[in-house]
């Protein structure tokens, strides 16, 4: 992999260097402002499809279907379409062209910015869905330790309905669902603190809730 982006850098620095070559060799240092404002931007856009990569994920969601390097490309290679044209033409006037690749840069940097909001909002919400998969598992976990630990099987076998509800209770709950969340951890400290009383009949009323309340939040 580093043996890849070191042939590719490689790469990139021989396309700068003969560029700049043909460049000074063919029209020398003697030129107009547009043809230098043209050549500062050319070098802007190769600048910044190098470094796009850098900046945005690899599994980023794409902005208008398309990915932040795809966008990266086309407005690299408009850039240097644009820019050989007036390199080539040597316009007197520099507001023109100085707007036009303003306007082309301009774009790249608004997909840019927009594709690492969207990156951002992907790793948060990856985040917030690890963190709910890890409560899951930890609530499931507390009452799956208390089943077989008391001598009543009316007791344990409310006890096992309540792990296999929370076991198989899908990752995200409806807005009203989440509503029941607390409750249904406040319910699970109840269970283990009577299992551990080694009270078998409120366990198996406090199990009964639990599993009422796992019920509501999948609903």
């Not at 070559?21 to 043209?38: E, I, K, Q, Y």
């Not at 076998?157 to 009203?176: C, F, G, T, V, W």
Request: hydrophobic residues 55%; proline residues 3%.
């Amino acid at each position: 992999m580093n043996r890849t982006k070191g042939f590719r850098t490689l790469l990139f620095l021989i396309i700068v260097a003969l560029f700049n070559l043909t460049f000074f060799m063919l029209g020398g240092w003697s030129h107009p402002a547009s043809v230098w404002t043209a050549y500062g931007f050319m070098h802007a856009a190769w600048l910044l499809l190098f470094v796009t990569p850098k900046f945005t994920r690899a599994a980023g969601r794409p902005l208008f279907g398309l990915p932040a390097l795809t966008f990266a490309f086309i407005c690299f290679g408009a850039e240097v379409i644009v820019g050989l044209i007036i390199i080539l033409t040597r316009p007197v006037t520099v507001t023109v062209s100085l707007l036009i690749q303003i306007v082309i840069i301009g774009l790249f940097f608004a997909v840019l910015i927009g594709s690492l909001a969207a990156d951002e909002h992907t790793a948060a919400t990856v985040a917030a869905r690890d963190g709910k998969a890890m409560i899951l598992r930890d609530m499931a976990a507390e009452v799956k330790v208390l089943i077989g630990q008391l001598d009543d099987q009316n007791a344990d076998k409310e006890i096992q309905r309540a792990y296999d509800l929370l076991h198989a209770s899908p990752l995200n709950a409806s807005e009203r669902g989440a509503a029941y969340e607390p409750a249904i951890i406040d319910l699970i400290y109840a269970l283990k603190e009577k299992v551990e009383n080694g009270n078998a009949e409120e366990a198996a009323d406090t199990a009964k809730k639990l599993q009422m309340n796992i019920k509501m939040r999948n609903s």
